[in-house]
Nanobody
């Protein structure tokens, strides 16, 4: 089971840290993906951490602003989001799977378990 949290309302230029806590399995053995879905749009992959080696990946629109990290002791993955902009407004989801090739890590169908989503709103 995955539990996403940390969303909220933030002004443009602000920061938030999302958490994705796992129970019942070890996150480090899974590939974790962060996705977001804005109203009227498809769910899009924004970041991922590959299982075992922990290599991280980002979509271009968040590269340099978002950072994915993993705390193995807490069995939690984080998404630190800086320099947030209104276009980052969306429901954010974390998901776990076993894909290790980036092209498949970017796919919604590449994941087996999903968190419930947390709303991020960037507005002044």
């Amino acid at each position: 089971q995955l539990q996403a949290s940390g969303g909220g309302l933030v002004q443009p230029g602000g920061s938030l840290r999302l958490s994705c806590a796992a129970s019942g399995f070890t996150l480090a053995y899974s590939t974790i993906g962060w996705f977001r879905q804005a109203p009227g749009k498809e769910r899009e992959w924004i970041s991922g951490m590959r299982r075992n080696d922990g290599r991280s990946y980002y979509t271009d629109s968040v590269k340099g602003r978002f950072t994915i990290t993993r705390d193995t002791a807490k069995n939690t993955v984080y998404l630190q989001m800086n320099s947030l902009q209104p276009e980052d407004t969306a429901v954010y989801y974390c998901a776990s799977g076993d894909r290790t090739i980036l092209s498949t890590m970017r796919m919604v169908r590449g994941y087996d378990y999903w968190g419930q989503g947390t709303q991020v709103t960037v507005s002044s």
